[in-house]
């Protein structure tokens, strides 16, 4: 499986970014999906999941108030919508795929295949 994220870039603190990552696999739907950041100097961390049906919703710690992922199985795509954003929310962000359920999905070893990866910066 191939991720492409995209939808990073630079934005103002308070203000939103839709992050997209599309898969190259046909069985989309198989796939748990997820989101992760890393900050500079920072390990990588987990900010949301989804189960391959979507309905299975599941965020990092203070994320759900302000992120939501969500999926278009049709057009394997999943998105992270991230609102109200901080400069604390600079990040790469990173979207993971897992083809087989198992252990927790908060964490980096649930996942098999992972982007590249799309900076953000959110700006004071």
């Known amino acids: 499986v191939q991720l492409q994220a995209s939808g990073g870039g630079l934005v103002q603190a308070g203000g939103s970014l839709r992050l997209t990552c599309v898969a190259s696999?046909?069985?989309?739907?198989?796939?748990?999906m997820a989101w992760f950041r890393q900050a500079p100097g920072k390990e990588r961390e987990f900010v949301a999941g989804i189960s391959g049906g979507g309905r299975n919703l599941y965020y990092g710690e203070s994320k759900k108030d302000r992120f939501t992922i969500s999926r278009a199985n049709a057009k394997n795509t999943v998105y992270l919508q991230m609102n109200s954003l901080k400069p604390e929310d600079t990040a790469v962000y990173y979207c993971a795929a897992a083809s087989i359920s198992g252990g927790s999905p908060n964490t980096e070893s649930f996942y098999d295949y992972w982007g590249r990866g799309t900076l953000v910066t959110v700006s004071s």
């Open positions: 696999r046909r069985t989309f739907s198989d796939y748990d």
